[in-house]
């Protein structure tokens, strides 16, 4: 009987997470440094395996949204090294030591972070989602099954070619990081019922992805999110500070989960401050699609649909409404909201302190563009993606996230009674 890649690969997987859990932070680091070198090294043949990728994307019909975060060149490879390094940098949570106490009856406890073991990643056409899951995966001294989908299968091929031989010279074992190279969606499925290799499975790209993941997964689920985002310009907002913030927050990378889909407006400075915004984002050539209120304002615009108010658009599409205050504005983010990231913008300390403490999302913004929702941008050296949940992790998921615990426990002949 033929042995499954999922299989083989699972086992290979295991197999190595039992050593990457003992394995030093010189080693890990190591690792990274080296992978970093591989990557630049082999930067040509990487991006030609990608403008393959990219031209059987475009005959096959992709959106600009997808192609945006399929491709890949000079400055994302770049950026991809960039992201190691500061992994590289960042200290090492195995070990860490985030409780302690000593019992009464002598017994010593102590609370000690572990790494979770196999990690599976399902991802869409995202290369850089490889090369950020394999650097915080091996910090955090977790072995990783890659499955990228077929549309970025060259492109993720070179990309773990590289990272392997990497990871092999610096002295760890060969299924450290592994990616599945069948791409039909009956491995995918073998994936998520694979119990026996895998202990926690990640899925990052569309919501259709994300919630096949969570229907159909058998291994436990660590949900990230779409991005349903939204910015509201509150009644004493800086206007021209939040148009920047808007333009920013839509135009600068629509594709990517944390750009804003819904611009909500007080009434009280609507009239003022959607001619400044739709002037600037005219620039850009967003589509506009208003309630009524704003079409009033702004002749021309498209109506919004209830859809619309519920759509990640990864596009150069903004929907927007004029709210009587605040508090319809976090009614309408809870209500239509993915639990991302949300931003308001004004002067009121208290409307700001509402906004924060009442609005349900990962990250909580006042006065800054939701596009800092990043692991690189908190710090984090870089994501392996950004939960919408609340159990585990929530928010841009780094080395912390990809993390357990174990107690430990001493003692010298202490019996229960």
């Given at each position: 009987?033929?042995?499954?890649?999922?299989?083989?690969?699972?086992?290979?997987?295991?197999?190595?997470?039992?050593?990457?859990?003992?394995?030093?932070?010189?080693?890990?680091?190591?690792?990274l440094a080296r992978i970093a070198a591989a990557l630049d090294k082999n930067a040509k043949t990487i991006i030609q395996a990608?403008?393959?990728?990219?031209?059987?994307?475009?005959?096959?019909?992709?959106?600009?949204?997808?192609?945006?975060?399929?491709?890949?060149?000079?400055?994302?490879?770049?950026?991809?090294?960039?992201?190691?390094?500061?992994?590289?940098?960042?200290?090492?949570?195995?070990?860490?030591?985030?409780?302690?106490?000593?019992?009464?009856?002598?017994?010593?406890?102590?609370?000690?972070?572990?790494?979770?073991?196999?990690?599976?990643?399902?991802?869409?056409?995202?290369?850089?989602?490889?090369?950020?899951?394999?650097?915080?995966?091996?910090?955090?001294?977790?072995?990783?099954?890659?499955?990228?989908?077929?549309?970025?299968?060259?492109?993720?091929?070179?990309?773990?070619?590289?990272?392997?031989?990497?990871?092999?010279?610096?002295?760890?074992?060969?299924?450290?990081?592994?990616?599945?190279?069948?791409?039909?969606?009956?491995?995918?499925?073998?994936?998520?019922?694979?119990?026996?290799?895998?202990?926690?499975?990640?899925?990052?790209?569309?919501?259709?992805?994300?919630?096949?993941?969570?229907?159909?997964?058998?291994?436990?689920?660590?949900?990230?999110?779409?991005?349903?985002?939204?910015?509201?310009?509150?009644?004493?907002?800086?206007?021209?500070?939040?148009?920047?913030?808007?333009?920013?927050?839509?135009?600068?990378?629509?594709?990517?989960?944390?750009?804003?889909?819904?611009?909500?407006?007080?009434?009280?400075?609507?009239?003022?401050?959607?001619?400044?915004?739709?002037?600037?984002?005219?620039?850009?050539?967003?589509?506009?699609?208003?309630?009524?209120?704003?079409?009033?304002?702004?002749?021309?615009?498209?109506?919004?649909?209830?859809?619309?108010?519920?759509?990640?658009?990864?596009?150069?599409?903004?929907?927007?409404?004029?709210?009587?205050?605040?508090?319809?504005?976090?009614?309408?983010?809870?209500?239509?909201?993915?639990?991302?990231?949300?931003?308001?913008?004004?002067?009121?300390?208290?409307?700001?302190?509402?906004?924060?403490?009442?609005?349900?999302?990962?990250?909580?913004?006042?006065?800054?563009?939701?596009?800092?929702?990043?692991?690189?941008?908190?710090?984090?050296?870089?994501?392996?993606?950004?939960?919408?949940?609340?159990?585990?992790?929530?928010?841009?998921?780094?080395?912390?996230?990809?993390?357990?615990?174990?107690?430990?426990?001493?003692?010298?002949?202490?019996?229960?009674?």
């Amino acid at each position: 009987m033929t042995t499954s890649e999922v299989t083989q690969k699972g086992l290979a997987a295991r197999a190595a997470a039992q050593q990457l859990a003992l394995a030093s932070t010189q080693t890990k680091n190591d690792a990274l440094a080296r992978i970093a070198a591989a990557l630049d090294k082999n930067a040509k043949t990487i991006i030609q395996a990608n403008s393959l990728d990219l031209e059987a994307g475009d005959k096959k019909g992709l959106s600009k949204a997808l192609l945006d975060r399929l491709a890949l060149d000079g400055e994302r490879i770049a950026g991809m090294i960039a992201g190691l390094n500061a992994v590289k940098g960042l200290p090492d949570p195995i070990g860490e030591v985030s409780g302690e106490r000593q019992r009464p009856n002598g017994l010593k406890i102590r609370k000690v972070r572990v790494p979770l073991g196999v990690i599976g990643i399902i991802y869409e056409a995202r290369p850089n989602v490889t090369v950020d899951s394999a650097a915080l995966c091996l910090k955090a001294g977790n072995a990783v099954i890659l499955r990228g989908g077929s549309d970025a299968i060259k492109s993720n091929l070179e990309l773990v070619r590289a990272i392997a031989g990497a990871v092999e010279a610096a002295g760890l074992p060969a299924g450290s990081v592994q990616l599945i190279e069948d791409t039909r969606r009956e491995t995918a499925e073998e994936l998520m019922g694979a119990r026996e290799y895998i202990d926690v499975l990640i899925p990052r790209g569309g919501n259709s992805l994300i919630q096949s993941v969570v229907r159909n997964a058998k291994v436990p689920v660590i949900e990230t999110g779409e991005g349903n985002c939204h910015a509201y310009v509150e009644k004493t907002a800086d206007l021209k500070k939040a148009v920047e913030i808007v333009y920013n927050a839509k135009v600068s990378r629509p594709s990517v989960c944390n750009a804003i889909e819904t611009l909500l407006v007080d009434n009280a400075i609507a009239a003022e401050f959607l001619p400044l915004v739709k002037q600037r984002l005219d620039e850009a050539k967003v589509e506009l699609r208003g309630d009524a209120r704003s079409q009033q304002i702004l002749a021309g615009i498209k109506t919004a649909s209830e859809d619309d108010w519920r759509t990640e658009f990864l596009a150069l599409i903004l929907a927007v409404k004029v709210v009587a205050g605040v508090d319809e504005a976090i009614a309408h983010i809870n209500k239509y909201g993915t639990k991302h990231s949300e931003t308001i913008i004004t002067k009121d300390k208290k409307a700001a302190a509402k906004f924060q403490a009442e609005v349900d999302a990962a990250a909580v913004y006042v006065n800054a563009s939701t596009r800092f929702t990043d692991g690189f941008e908190f710090g984090l050296g870089a994501e392996i993606g950004i939960s919408t949940q609340k159990l585990h992790a929530r928010g841009p998921m780094g080395l912390a996230e990809l993390t357990s615990y174990k107690y430990l426990v001493d003692g010298n002949g202490q019996i229960r009674i």
